[in-house]
């Protein structure tokens, strides 16, 4: 417990903001899909002021690194974590306050790891991490919850419209809902069309979107048919369950690491041998539904479903999809930045190396267009203007502009 107290005192030693800051830069990956090259970076308090050719000195040299917008996970699990035994319990035995610092602990591990926003769906203490994290209390990412789940057992569609708006009234930043069962049941429907549509129209009437658990196609296109905003997984989804993600408009996101991550720690999981056989059988699938989901255009983000033991490891998701997948490496960082920005309606305030977005950078050593196990080698992470690693160079003496 003391060494995650060192932890958190340590972060909260995190760089201040100056009033205007100058980063030097060689190679910037904008999050849109360009390429920017010499160029400074120019933050004012927290958000971007110019990208411009250099023109004074600066305070941070980053050059021969490359930048880009601090990377998006709409996906995670951020109070999932292992015992001192390195064993998942489920949060069994935890406290109230070790369920809170194994929350804040995961969220600094994964702004150090460069993800400087993450959608975390399904426990109810990340709002008060979140709080805290946006009060400036606590070093982590920006975070998004839903504060808890929506599945088959949450009652008839009155109930759960309840539910949701609950949820809002809650503090609840979005709605999860579980349309089918789990990869070793086989991603069967589970939820009934009208619990659905229960929860996807109330949340839009709500304003909230809708994050979808759905392996296969049936509970994908109910799903989809019903306003949901973004599926996930989707392994054994079929053509036609795209088509209609591109015509609806809705967000895809086939996760890697979650799958990876639980066949790596085996031993720290008690599921049965049948459960490990499914999620290794699905790493093909998912490979396959990501290609097919490129070629029709499908609006592809970057989601990792962190779950225990993947934290601080999000960037794994990158290596995955390029390496596994044949995913180009533009088209999984642009996942990672302005898409997942677009999907969660945040695209005016992050994902892109732009004016007047919020001062979110990471910066790599090495080029992921090149070789995409660059973005395990993070060097310096920066959100709202505040930089919370920096192992790049030493700061030269200017430490602003004239």
Same mark, same amino acid.
């Given at each position: 417990? *003391?060494?995650?107290?060192? !932890?958190?005192?340590?972060?909260?030693?995190?760089?201040?903001?100056?009033?205007?800051?100058?980063?030097?830069?060689?190679?910037?990956?904008?999050?849109?899909?360009? /390429?920017?090259?010499?160029?400074?970076?120019?933050?004012?308090?927290?958000?971007?002021?110019?990208?411009?050719?250099?023109?004074?000195?600066?305070?941070?040299?980053?050059?021969?690194? /490359? %930048? *880009?917008?601090?990377?998006?996970?709409? &996906? %995670?699990?951020?109070?999932?974590?292992?015992?001192?035994?390195?064993?998942?319990?489920?949060?069994?035995?935890?406290?109230?306050?070790?369920?809170?610092?194994?929350?804040?602990?995961?969220?600094?591990?994964? !702004?150090?790891?460069?993800?400087?926003?993450?959608?975390?769906?399904?426990?109810?203490?990340?709002?008060?991490?979140?709080?805290?994290?946006?009060?400036?209390? !606590?070093?982590?990412?920006?975070?998004?919850?839903?504060?808890?789940?929506?599945?088959?057992?949450?009652?008839?569609?009155?109930?759960?419209?309840? =539910?949701?708006?609950?949820?809002?009234?809650?503090?609840?930043?979005?709605? $999860?809902?579980?349309?089918?069962?789990?990869?070793?049941?086989?991603?069967?429907?589970?939820?009934? @069309?009208?619990?659905?549509?229960?929860?996807?129209?109330?949340? $839009?009437?709500?304003?909230?979107?809708?994050?979808? &658990?759905?392996?296969?196609?049936?509970?994908?296109?109910?799903?989809?048919?019903?306003?949901?905003?973004?599926?996930? &997984?989707?392994?054994?989804? +079929? @053509?036609?369950?795209?088509?209609? *993600? %591109?015509?609806?408009?809705?967000?895809?996101?086939?996760?890697?690491?979650?799958?990876?991550?639980?066949?790596?720690?085996?031993?720290?999981?008690?599921?049965?041998?049948?459960?490990?056989?499914?999620?290794?059988?699905?790493?093909?699938?998912?490979?396959?539904?990501?290609?097919?989901?490129?070629?029709? $255009?499908? $609006?592809?983000?970057?989601? /990792?479903?962190?779950?225990?033991?993947? &934290?601080?490891?999000?960037?794994?998701?990158?290596?995955?999809?390029?390496? +596994?997948?044949? +995913?180009?490496? *533009? +088209?999984?960082?642009?996942?990672?930045?302005?898409?997942?920005?677009?999907?969660?309606? =945040?695209?005016?305030?992050?994902?892109?190396?732009?004016?007047?977005?919020?001062?979110?950078?990471?910066? %790599?050593?090495?080029?992921?267009?090149? @070789?995409?196990?660059?973005?395990?080698?993070?060097?310096?992470?920066?959100?709202?203007?505040?930089?919370?690693?920096?192992?790049?160079?030493?700061?030269?003496?200017? /430490?602003?502009?004239?």
């Amino acid at each position: 417990m *003391m060494r995650r107290y060192l !932890l958190l005192a340590c972060a909260a030693a995190a760089i201040a903001p100056a009033q205007r800051v100058v980063l030097d830069t060689s190679l910037i990956l904008d999050g849109r899909g360009g /390429t920017l090259r010499n160029q400074q970076i120019v933050i004012s308090g927290t958000k971007i002021e110019a990208v411009a050719p250099r023109k004074a000195a600066a305070a941070y040299d980053l050059r021969g690194l /490359t %930048v *880009m917008p601090g990377w998006i996970d709409t &996906h %995670v699990h951020l109070n999932w974590h292992f015992d001192a035994a390195h064993k998942y319990t489920g949060g069994r035995g935890d406290t109230p306050a070790s369920d809170a610092l194994y929350t804040a602990e995961n969220a600094w591990l994964t !702004l150090h790891g460069g993800f400087t926003t993450v959608q975390s769906v399904g426990a109810a203490i990340d709002a008060a991490v979140r709080d805290r994290i946006n009060s400036g209390a !606590l070093p982590g990412p920006r975070i998004l919850t839903s504060l808890s789940q929506i599945n088959e057992r949450s009652g008839d569609p009155d109930a759960i419209r309840d =539910l949701v708006r609950r949820t809002k009234s809650e503090g609840g930043d979005l709605i $999860k809902i579980f349309a089918t069962t789990g990869m070793s049941a086989g991603g069967a429907q589970s939820m009934s @069309d009208q619990q659905i549509q229960a929860a996807c129209g109330e949340a $839009k009437s709500l304003g909230l979107r809708t994050l979808v &658990h759905a392996i296969g196609a049936a509970g994908a296109k109910a799903a989809i048919l019903a306003g949901c905003t973004a599926i996930e &997984h989707g392994s054994y989804v +079929d @053509d036609a369950a795209l088509d209609l *993600m %591109v015509q609806h408009g809705v967000y895809f996101d086939p996760n890697f690491l979650v799958l990876h991550n639980y066949l790596d720690n085996r031993a720290s999981f008690d599921f049965p041998a049948a459960s490990f056989t499914s999620l290794e059988n699905a790493i093909a699938p998912t490979a396959e539904i990501l290609r097919r989901a490129r070629a029709r $255009k499908v $609006k592809i983000v970057l989601g /990792t479903d962190a779950v225990a033991g993947a &934290h601080g490891r999000n960037a794994e998701e990158f290596v995955y999809r390029v390496r +596994d997948a044949g +995913d180009r490496p *533009m +088209d999984a960082i642009v996942s990672a930045t302005s898409m997942a920005a677009e999907s969660l309606n =945040l695209q005016s305030t992050i994902g892109a190396v732009a004016p007047g977005l919020e001062a979110d950078l990471v910066a %790599v050593e090495g080029n992921p267009l090149e @070789d995409i196990t660059a973005v395990r080698r993070v060097v310096f992470v920066m959100k709202g203007g505040r930089i919370y690693r920096n192992a790049a160079r030493a700061p030269v003496k200017s /430490t602003s502009v004239k």
